[in-house]
């Protein structure tokens, strides 16, 4: 990850792993890489398969050299060696540190030139300068006849610490993995159904408006529409939802679905760059680059650590020096320099990170940037819109009041059908479905005005007559100067939710409808509290109704009826009393509420403007996922401060034992490596998260609010 000064590179990746980086001035983009990890390893094995393997090859011959450096040091040390033969077996291994260092430091020399040049100091250059210093020394030593050799620290040390990194650099790749097999389920080509019959074309050929011929078993090339046939799809890879789903002619499919067993016509929408996988890797690699705080403070530890280090370890040879062992100090500044672990801070925190951006969008959630995951596992107030998020969002037309006897029916729903054509409201397409299948529907509509959340006016004609119908809240249709009728009072009573409709300055009449709660609404609501959080519904449709739907799914506070303006306020004052907020909603008039929260939940059903404007996107309709998600981002922020203890806390023992000497380099490089294994592991638990049947089976968590309260010291 770069620093938080970085300009992202959009769409530039690591050239080993394949995670989305962040590059400030980097010179050469066909050769960037995420991590020190990535970059030693790539520098070792190489990229291209025939470059691989002439590497792995010299990999494997230094590692033996080293090894029989350590087994001739190992004879030494143990005194077995006559002492007139002690000066031919230092220059043996003088003879075979040299081509094995020849071998294994490059990767760390250049990786040290390039940070110097940048005027930084890494990793590589701890490793490059022990390595070098022992050798010299032990050179030194050898060619003269007397003094301490460590031609085993010299070349075990590069060994012992690329080995750590080809594991971590694998962390990081099975962090990628997600994005690369989400980019693989496209299919290659596509059968095209054209006038003159079907035709195999590749997938870029497709264009909206195309018909596809899907086969049994197939994957869908095109977000689109069942034209003909119905199958059942399975969606998996985008919902979460591992039971398939039965789609039939009108319902939307999603390019990178699998059928089923039934043939499928489908009429292509979206194509190309435009599909909804496409966009979803895009958001995917945009949150990777997206560092929380935890990340840039994690990062800045890290880069401020290796000056310090090198302070520690000029100052630990100083004072041995100064008491007369000047071998043991260079030993104990080797190990110094050696048994720090830098990676702890500066690579642990962003894996982590990206693991569990990774397992969201495994269960079909896309979390844009690590920022998102930090602000939503300190959430303690949740505001929730009624319609289309705790409601199915398909509300039915439960009965049509006709107020004025000069007007029919079918003419009320006709011209109310042909308004709300101009509109994208949830009850707009109950009514247009009802007055389709009464066959009362058609018209045109113009000079259409819309007040998201309160109601609508146009000129709609209907069966050749031209009328200003407007339509909406009983107080949006009276503040158009509508009269209305002394026995008729403004709609109020009841759960239903209503439309009031006007024309040539009279009320006509009303609709009212209905709509489900989700089925899950309740648990969803339970389990939110359980994990300390408060549930509000924040409606823009009328008390009654909302206090219904509160009532069946279990929450105590409902804000009803809101304007877009008023669920901005909501949400911005929470904020300022010191709440932190999630919004979740569907709807254009959610959008300026998502936005404000420090968290907006948006469902994938909902507008193309809500989905911009929440910062986590639900692919599914499931409710559920909203606290396992909220799990799943205080679990990983739990992780992460158990990696950031665990880093300072062994960087601290072990840097006093290494100056003190009483840690031996090898030994020191082993507890290195040992300590980027407990954090890299730790990490990788969050790939291993339970999925929404695991949470439910779980009790309900308490003490959440404070590990959230304690992490903001790290964030």
């Keep these: 990850m770069g620093s938080a000064a970085a300009t992202e590179a959009p769409g530039l990746s690591c050239a080993h792993c394949g995670l989305p980086v962040s590059v400030a001035g980097a010179r050469d983009l066909d050769d960037v890489y995420c991590c020190h990890a990535c970059r030693v390893v790539a520098l070792i094995i190489g990229k291209q398969q025939d470059e691989q393997g002439r590497n792995l090859l010299r990999l494997g011959f230094g590692t033996l050299l080293a090894m029989n450096i350590m087994m001739i040091s190992l004879m030494l040390y143990s005194g077995s060696v006559e002492a007139q033969t002690i000066p031919v077996f230092r220059l043996v291994l003088l003879g075979l540190a040299t081509p094995a260092l020849a071998i294994l430091l490059p990767p760390f020399l250049s990786g040290a030139l390039r940070e110097c040049s940048a005027k930084k100091v890494s990793l590589d250059a701890l490793i490059a300068c022990g390595s070098l210093a022992a050798f010299l020394v032990s050179a030194v030593n050898a060619v003269r006849g007397s003094g301490a050799v460590y031609f085993d620290t010299a070349t075990m040390l590069p060994v012992l610490v690329t080995f750590g990194k080809i594991i971590e650099s694998c962390a990081k790749t099975r962090a990628a993995d997600l994005m690369h097999s989400l980019e693989s389920l496209l299919p290659d080509s596509a059968q095209r159904v054209t006038p003159a019959g079907g035709e195999e074309v590749p997938v870029a050929a497709l264009r909206p408006g195309d018909l596809i011929r899907v086969r049994p078993g197939e994957r869908i090339a095109v977000d689109g529409r069942v034209r003909e046939g119905s199958s059942c799809i399975e969606e998996a890879a985008f919902t979460g939802e591992f039971l398939p789903r039965l789609c039939c002619p009108g319902d939307s499919v999603l390019a990178g679905t699998i059928n089923g067993t039934g043939s499928l016509l489908v009429q292509a929408e979206c194509t190309g760059a435009e599909l909804l996988l496409h966009g979803m890797v895009a958001m995917i690699k945009a949150a ?7 990340e840039r403070i994690a990062e800045r530890a890290a880069t401020l650590f290796i000056p310090v280090l090198l302070i520690l370890a000029s100052a630990t040879l100083v ?45 079909g959630i896309v979390v844009r940037g690590g920022s998102v995951l930090e602000q939503m596992a300190r959430t303690d107030l949740i505001f929730f819109d009624k319609t289309g998020t705790m409601t199915e969002g398909r509300p039915v037309l439960q009965e049509i009041q006709v107020i004025d006897d000069t007007v029919q029916q079918n003419e009320l729903l006709g011209r109310l059908a042909v308004l709300e054509s101009a509109g994208g409201h949830v009850l707009g397409r109950a009514v247009a479905a009802e007055a389709s299948r009464r066959g009362c529907g058609g018209g045109s509509v113009a000079q259409v005005q819309v007040s998201p959340g309160l109601g ?38 009841g759960d239903s939710s209503v439309i009031e409709v006007a024309w040539e300055g009279r009320l006509r009449g009303r609709l009212l409808f209905s709509d489900a709660v989700r089925p899950l609404a309740r648990e969803c609501v339970e389990l939110l509290a359980g994990q300390g959080i408060c549930s509000v519904l924040l409606s823009g449709d009328r008390l009654p109704a909302a206090a219904r739907a509160a009532a069946q799914t279990g929450i105590a506070r409902v804000e009803a009826p809101r304007s877009p303006a008023q669920k901005l306020q909501a949400i911005t004052g929470s904020v300022a009393a010191g709440s932190c ?130 992490s903001s010291s790290i964030s």
């Design 581 to 710: 907020v999630a919004m979740v909603g569907d709807g254009i008039n959610d959008a300026p509420a998502l936005a404000a929260a420090q968290t907006g939940i948006a469902f994938c059903a909902g507008t193309d403007l809500a989905r911009q404007a929440g910062n986590v996107v639900i692919l599914s309709g499931s409710l559920m996922q909203v606290p396992w998600l909220i799990g799943l981002s205080r679990q990983t922020a739990h992780i992460i401060r158990r990696n950031f203890a665990w880093s300072f806390g062994y960087n601290s023992v072990a840097l006093l034992a290494a100056s003190l000497g009483l840690l031996h380099p090898l030994l020191a490089a082993l507890a290195m490596a040992a300590s980027s294994l407990t954090v890299l592991g730790n990490s990788l638990r969050i790939s291993g998260y339970p999925d929404e049947a695991g949470l439910r089976q779980q009790p309900p968590v308490t003490g959440f609010q404070q590990s959230a309260d304690q």
């Design 319 to 363: 004072c041995w020096s100064l008491l007369g062992e000047p071998g043991q100090g260079l030993l104990s500044a080797l190990s110094v320099l050696v048994v720090a672990c830098p990676c702890t801070m500066g690579i642990a925190t962003p894996l982590a990170t990206s693991l569990a951006i990774g397992r969201a969008a495994r269960s």
């Design 456 to 493: 609508m006016s146009g000129q709609v004609t209907w069966q050749g007559t031209t009328r200003q119908v407007t339509a909406g809240t009983a107080s949006f249709v009276s503040a158009a100067g509508v009269a209305r009728p002394e026995a008729v009072s403004p709609a109020g009573e």
């Design 288 to 294: 990777w680059c997206n560092q929380s705080r935890a």
